[in-house]
Structures are given as C-alpha cells and as structure tokens.
C-alpha cells in the first residue's frame, strides 16, 4: 500500500458529467444522462488507480471529463493543486501536456492518412517548437520506449497489428512528457497474448517515467494485476474505493461482491467450487436513475431504506470507502 | 460424458481457403474433430485463428466464394453435411442445428417482432399451425428466462436489452429441438455480470434438454466454467484437445501453457509480472508446411520450421499437435 507521505496528484472531488437530452422539433431539453454523479476520489503520485465497472456505467465519462475534455457539470478536478474544472481556451491548453489519454481502439483513434513518425510527433507539433532534427530525435526516442522499430516510421497505421497500434498511440500519449495518462480500456481490443505485452509495457513506463495512471477496465482480472486501488462504478457513482488487496480479497459493496463472482477464472477446480451471485435484470437507464441507492433494484440484499435514501459514501475503518446502507448502519 | 457412444458430429480433414485480391487465406487446415452426443465442447483461441469459419464451413453458412471448401467430411446423423444440396441444408440448419452468435443484432431481423422469429422455424420447419406455435415460442421464452413471455412476443429486437437479444436467440436456436447447438462467442460482447446469467441458463438448459453443444469463445474462464471438453484452435488448426480438467492441469502444447501462464486471475497468487507471447499470430497465407506456433514458441526446435507436427494422441482422451515433449523438455519420440 501506499504510504502517508504520497502525494494525491489528481483529486477529483463532487465530480458530476450530466449529458443533456433534447427532443421535438424545437430540441428542447427533456432530462439528463447522468453519465457521472457525483464521484470523489484522488489519485496518488506514481500510483495506478483502476477503474472498474460494467459498460455504460460512466467510466469514460469520468476519464474524459477528469483530463477535461468535456466541460463539467459541476465538481471539483485538481491536477498537481491546479483546479482545472473551469478552465478554458489557453489556460486549459496550458496544462493539456500534462494530462495525456490512452484509447481502447487503436484504430479509430489514430488518423489513416499520416504516418506513425507524423501520429507520435503531432502533440509535439503542437506544444513544442523543435527543430526538425530535435522532432524526429525524439520520436524515435518515443518508438524505442514502446518497443516500436525505428524502421516502421514512415508506415502507415493499416500496416500494423492490434497490439502494435496500440504501441503508436501509447507512444504519441508520451511525447510531452505527460504525468498523469488515462488509460481508457487500452486492451480491451487486444488479444489475450498480445494483452500482457502492452500491460508489460505500461507498467515499465510507468517505472520509468513516474506515470500516474487512471486504469479504465472491465477486466478485473487484469484491474488486479495491474491497480494499486480500485474504484468500482455503477450507474454514474462511485459504490466502492479500496486498496487492491482489500477489494478482491473482501468486497464490501454487493455490487463488488457479484461482480467479483461473475468473473470466470481459467482454472475449472475453482470454477466448480465458486459461489456466484447472479445478479436479475439489468442496468437501470442512466437517464432514469431509481430513488435511493443505483443499485436497489438490482440489490441482493435490498432493504427498505435503499429504495428512499441515497446512501453516503463514507470511509471504514480500515482506510477503503463504501456507498451502502448495509456498511454505514 | 456417456464414453464410446458414437458421435453425433464428426468431422475430418477439413480445409477452407479464402480467394482474396491479395491471395489466399488457409484459415481452416484439416481439423479433424467430434463432438458426443449431450456434450459441451469448448472452442477456444485467438482471434483468426479460424473458430468461426470452421463452424460454418461445416453448415454451409460460409459465402462461397471467397470461401472454397477443398477437403474434409462432416458426417451428421450418418450423412455429410458437405455433400448436401442448399435445401437439404437450410432444412438442417436452424432445425437439427441450431446457432447462436455473437451479435445478436446481426442476427435478429430488426423489423420483425420476436414473436415472428421465434414462430417462424416452428411452421416451417416443424409444420406447426399459428395457434401452436405461439404456444411453443411463449414456452420457449419462458425457458430461455423472459420474463412476460406472453406480451414480449410482440416486440422487436430493439425493445430488448443486451443480454435478452441474446436469450433470445438462444430460444430461437432452440426452437426446433435441435441436437446440436453451435454457439460462436454468444457472451463475449456482453458485461459479466449479463453473462453469468447466459451461462447459468445454459448450464440449466443442458440438464433440461441434453443436446450437445459446441462454445466457442476466447475466454478461458469460461470454458473452465462449462466445458466438458476444449480444443485449442491456432493459426486454422486444433494445436490440443483434451477433457477440461486434465487441459487445464496439464497443458502440453506450448501455446496452451503460454496462454494458461499469461492469464491473471482475480482470486489466488498475483503475479507481479505477466508472461508474454511475444510475435504475432501466422498470417495464413500459404497451405502449412511448419508449425504456425514456431515464430512463437518458447520450445520451438529445428524441426519445428520444416515439418507442421500432426495432431497425435498421448492417452487416452489428450491430443497434441506437436514436436515438443513436454515431460522430457525436448523431441517427442516417434510414436
Ligand atoms: N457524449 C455523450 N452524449 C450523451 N450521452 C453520453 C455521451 N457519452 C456517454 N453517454 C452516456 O453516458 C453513460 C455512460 O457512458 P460511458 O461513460 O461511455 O460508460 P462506460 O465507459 O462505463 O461504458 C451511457 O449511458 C452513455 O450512453
Ligand atoms: N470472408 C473472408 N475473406 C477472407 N478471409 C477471411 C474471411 N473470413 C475469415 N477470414 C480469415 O479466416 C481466418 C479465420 O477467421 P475466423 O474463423 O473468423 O477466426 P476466429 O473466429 O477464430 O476469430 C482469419 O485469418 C480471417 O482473416
Ligand atoms: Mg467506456
Ligand atoms: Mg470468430
């Protein structure tokens, strides 16, 4: 675990995303996405934190708009002290080298028509005045980190695997030398063996460079090889923030718990042996959040309280945070 | 699984090729499998490794071309299926086979109501009346775990979730009473806690109706969970296939163990560093004639780049494709 002398470099505090809903003819606004709702937690020098959670639960909603690309709707984001919620225009591009992101689809995030070499530098083509020999110095600089060929400057992306992609635009993400980077799902695209080369790699650039990284997944397993803590989403909040060792070892929140269980393991003794909890139904709309607690209609161990009251999210004892009526009686 | 009982799919030699601009693909290079009556035989491996195209290379789902089936049998309820005309096909497929695939949105007919997908391979397939079809589609709906089975009927594809597409298309494949059912990634682009729930009905489906079952995925987690038996796919061909249990516990090829070494888990030992597989998969390009692991391989051997190992039995229920011993660390003797 961390010790009392880390540094919170990110701290986000109240954090709420609310995505507005227009319709008719004259578009007019009929309600909110509540995308993100109200989310607390910081984020520790040099430290992963895994964000966890099922699809459409707000997880790049929340990544987005911590590196502040969305205006938010209220809360408070502080990147190394600096209160970047409200900025705007050159203020906010100021501060965008600091803050880098990391894309699941490779493909998609990397422009077809422009070279791996012009893909990587574009960032610095933006921010720095190089030199033309300086630029391409560092780019190769940037290729040898992520374990690119020098040689594949000139191609294009369509000329490259998965796994290779995603080599470029972790690469790019470096170029300013960045301390804080979402990664946002960045192998969910991957195959299985092509997964631990790009996880390797970032936890060595890590080690290098001093990153700090939000670590977006579905995938717990891979959440807990790679997270120091985990923050575990459902339906725009935060339910459960624990260390590592305590959220897989002793979940607390029930959503944790199913969660946790659903999660086959490749190994069919402890497969036959699991207890799961099978969770009804599905995701409530995040537009159409039930009263109360997210979760209630969902809940295995739903109480009566959980259909009125929003229940806090509150530290325990032993350091983890909760948001659950069932933890805070 | 009842042992010795004669297979109810059995399939040998078979090789698909792809005529593409650029040249050929040999995503299918003799595989050779069967599958017992009631079993769940999982399919695992990674992308292109050619899962799919060999499921429907073997009813007939594949465009050809580009696809050119150049070899092989496929012998179901004493026939081959490759040798079947297009209607003796169709009357096959969705009645005594059934299919569930992984975007159920692919599959499902937007404009029609789920009623009528449901209802449809009951008349004709079946010959059932309006009366009696409606009746079996609710019944179905009610076993594959929809709630309001009766007023669902009338809704489109888009008025369910994720994961009740997917059931679904589960009933759909069901309809029939087939007896088999291929179901290529049915969970794969659904949440967990969404998928927990397909594999436990299908656990329930299997006690409730016995029909056998062929899983494809590439998730090994799952098929820890269901299977009875697993095959491992790569590069177009099965590299393994043993029982369950003695695949997990004893992995002799060495792209199953490198598979099996770089999976984290979420209960357990965590490994402060995972293991890679370095490289890329084959690209497929020409007929065989080395190992498709070789590039890869951490036991890789000179023979290994000139001779593309058969797949061979090492006891009773375990096969591998290949040069590697694991016990000895080096040449497998002649067998
Ligand atoms: N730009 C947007 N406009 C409107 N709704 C959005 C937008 N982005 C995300 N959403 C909605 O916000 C919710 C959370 O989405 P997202 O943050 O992408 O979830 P996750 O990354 O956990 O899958 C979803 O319901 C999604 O449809
Ligand atoms: N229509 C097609 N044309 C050309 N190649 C194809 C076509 N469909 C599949 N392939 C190739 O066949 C190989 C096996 O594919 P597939 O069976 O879909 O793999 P898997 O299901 O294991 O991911 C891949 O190399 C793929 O690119
Ligand atoms: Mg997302
Ligand atoms: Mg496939």
Redesign the pocket.
């Known amino acids: 675990m961390l010790d009392n002398q880390a540094k919170p470099l990110v701290r986000v505090d109240g954090l709420k995303m609310y995505?507005p809903i227009y319709r008719g003819i004259l578009r007019r606004k009929v309600g909110d996405?509540k995308?993100v709702d109200d989310i607390s937690f910081d984020i520790f020098e040099g430290e992963t934190l895994g964000l966890v959670?099922e699809?459409?639960?707000?997880?790049?909603?929340a990544g987005r708009a911590i590196l502040r690309l969305y205006d938010v709707t209220a809360g408070s984001i502080r990147i190394d002290g600096t209160e970047i919620s409200h900025l705007q225009g050159d203020d906010l591009r100021r501060l965008r080298p600091q803050m880098q992101m990391i894309f699941q689809d490779p493909q998609a995030s990397l422009n077809p028509r422009m070279t791996v070499a012009s893909i990587i530098a574009e960032p610095l083509d933006e921010h720095q005045k190089l030199s033309r020999k300086a630029r391409m110095m560092r780019v190769f600089e940037l290729m040898d980190a992520v374990g690119l060929n020098r040689d594949f400057a000139n191609r294009f992306p369509h000329e490259f695997s998965g796994g290779q992609r995603q080599r470029i635009g972790i690469a790019r993400a470096l170029a300013l030398n960045p301390k804080f980077i979402v990664c946002d799902e960045p192998i969910a695209a991957l195959d299985v063996s092509i997964q631990a080369q790009v996880v390797n790699l970032l936890e060595d650039l890590q080690e290098k460079f001093g990153l700090t990284y939000l670590f977006i997944s579905h995938d717990l397993s891979m959440v807990r090889h790679l997270a120091t803590r985990v923050a575990v989403m459902y339906l725009g909040k935060v339910v459960e923030l624990a260390s590592r060792e305590q959220m897989y070892a002793d979940p607390r929140h029930p959503y944790t718990q199913a969660l946790l269980s659903a999660v086959p393991e490749p190994d069919p003794s402890v497969e036959n042996k699991r207890e799961r909890i099978i969770l009804q139904g599905d995701v409530p709309s995040?537009s159409r959040p039930p009263p109360g607690c997210n979760f209630s209609t969902r809940c295995p161990q739903v109480m009566d309280i959980c259909r009125r009251e929003v229940p806090d999210f509150i530290q325990l004892a032993d350091g983890r945070h909760v948001a659950c009526h069932l933890t805070s009686q | 699984m009842p042992d010795g009982a004669p297979p109810i799919l059995d399939v040998t030699g078979l090789k698909t090729v792809f005529t593409t601009r650029s040249g050929e693909v040999h995503a299918v290079n003799s595989v050779t499998f069967d599958l017992a009556p009631g079993e769940l035989l999982g399919v695992v491996g990674e992308s292109g490794s050619g899962k799919s195209v060999t499921m429907m290379s073997l009813i007939g789902l594949l465009p050809m071309p580009p696809a050119e089936i150049r070899g092989g049998s496929v012998m179901f309820e004493g026939r081959d299926i490759l040798k079947m005309n297009p209607d003796e096909l169709r009357a096959i497929r969705g009645s005594r086979i059934g299919f569930v695939f992984q975007d159920p949105m692919t599959s499902l007919n937007p404009v029609f109501s789920v009623g009528f997908q449901i209802m449809e391979p009951l008349r004709t397939h079946m010959g059932l009346n309006k009366r009696e079809a409606r009746a079996r589609a609710i019944e179905l709906l009610e076993l594959v775990g929809i709630p309001d089975a009766d007023s669902r009927l009338s809704n489109f594809p888009h008025q369910f979730s994720g994961g009740m597409r997917q059931r679904v298309m589960i009933a759909i494949a069901l309809a029939c009473d087939p007896k088999v059912l291929i179901a290529d990634e049915p969970t794969t682009a659904l949440d967990v806690t969404i998928q927990a729930q397909i594999l436990e009905l299908v656990r329930e489906l299997r006690q409730k109706l016995g029909m056998a079952i062929i899983w494809i995925t590439h998730d090994l987690g799952v098929i820890a969970g269901i299977a009875d038996r697993v095959m491992v796919m790569y590069g177009g061909q099965i590299v393994e296939q043993a029982p369950v249990r003695e695949l997990f516990a004893c992995p002799q090829h060495p792209y199953t163990r490198a598979l099996l070494e770089t999976l984290p888990h979420v209960t357990g030992g965590r490994s402060r560093r995972l293991r890679t597989i370095e490289g890329q998969p084959p690209a497929l390009r020409d007929q065989p004639s080395a190992c498709p692991f070789a590039a890869r391989c951490r036991h890789v051997l000179d023979i290994c780049h000139r001779k593309n190992p058969h797949i061979t039995r090492l006891n009773g229920s375990h096969d591998v494709a290949c040069f590697w011993d694991a016990a000895k660390d080096g040449l497998r003797d002649a067998g």
Request: hydrophobic share 25%.
């Open positions: 995505f996405v995308a959670g699809s459409g639960c707000g997880k790049s909603s995040p």
